[in-house]
């Protein structure tokens, strides 16, 4: 509840946690398959992006803009490159549970463009935060409902393999409308909190859709020109 931790910063020992993750995904082969990157627009999943999918240091040039400038929220790091990362982009929907705690509270998004400028805040419509509100906390349902038409908003999105970073109590209401229909434990390991840093891989399937994607390893086949004539024509012309 205290002020000073309004839209608070990733601390040194936040810093290592990222680092090691940033090097648990180079080192699994993660990094080079993702398509895009989604993330909540706070200081700390903004610093965590950063420093888990962007570009190795910083090149100093005019044609490359940093992902996030030297020092950014008091991190005492370097400039981070924006080269050779994924494209990412910042969507209010996936902020964490809303009202009342100050850390909860976003800055402008022109302050966030200074610190970050090649994170992509275009989807974001108001440059004040107009979501979060000092007297009035979202209730567990409406995180959850929030969660879900952020859900709905990915399916829009025609990238496959999506990282999103985000806070864990907007994955726990969210997530925990999932898994009604499995196994209790399943649901019990769908629903559980993650830890700071964590990754989990999940595949979501649209069950309506399954089988409507084409195949990336169909192949047609070379079919010669002419009539494709039944093989006994063919042998009485032989």
């Not at 509840?1 to 601390?11: C, G, L, R, V």
């Amino acid at each position: 509840m205290s002020p000073e931790y309004f839209d608070a910063h990733i601390t040194p020992l936040g810093w290592q946690q990222v680092d090691n993750l940033r090097k648990h995904v180079h080192e699994c082969g993660l990094a080079k398959r993702i398509d895009l990157v989604i993330t909540s627009p706070l200081l700390r999943t903004l610093q965590t992006t950063v420093g888990v999918f962007g570009g190795e240091g910083y090149t100093d040039r005019m044609d490359i803009v940093p992902l996030m400038v030297a020092n950014a929220g008091n991190s005492g790091r370097a400039a981070i490159s924006s080269l050779n990362c994924p494209p990412i982009i910042a969507v209010e929907l996936c902020r964490e549970h809303l009202g009342v705690h100050p850390c909860d509270k976003r800055r402008n998004i022109s302050d966030y463009q200074f610190l970050f400028p090649a994170i992509d805040f275009s989807l974001i419509e108001s440059d004040e935060d107009t979501w979060w509100k000092a007297d009035v906390r979202e209730t567990k349902e409406e995180v959850a409902a929030r969660g879900l038409k952020f859900l709905n908003w990915l399916w829009t999105r025609k990238e496959k393999e999506i990282a999103i970073v985000t806070h864990s109590g907007f994955l726990f209401h969210t997530l925990s409308a999932f898994g009604n229909d499995c196994h209790p434990l399943v649901k019990k390991e769908i629903c559980q909190h993650f830890a700071n840093c964590e990754l989990r891989s999940l595949v979501i399937v649209d069950r309506s859709m399954m089988g409507l994607d084409p195949s990336a390893t169909n192949y047609p086949g070379k079919i010669p020109s002419g009539l494709d004539l039944p093989s006994d024509v063919v042998d009485e012309k032989a």
